[in-house]
């Protein structure tokens, strides 16, 4: 798999996490990983989205 699949991969994963409320610590990737800030932003992306569905 080439790194933009799993950057795609780490995003969606991150997104899951925020909309399980799993904390951010439950990234998977080192803090050195550009897949780390894949999975932040998706979780932030899922965040967002668990907020307004929570409404």
Not at 42 to 52: C, K
């Amino acid at each position: 798999m080439g790194f933009r699949e799993d950057a795609v991969r780490a995003h969606q994963d991150g997104q899951n996490a925020a909309r399980e409320q799993r904390p951010p610590t439950d990234c998977p990737h080192p803090a050195d990983s550009a897949l780390r800030l894949a999975w932040v932003r998706g979780y932030a992306a899922g965040h967002s989205t668990a907020d307004r569905t929570a409404e």
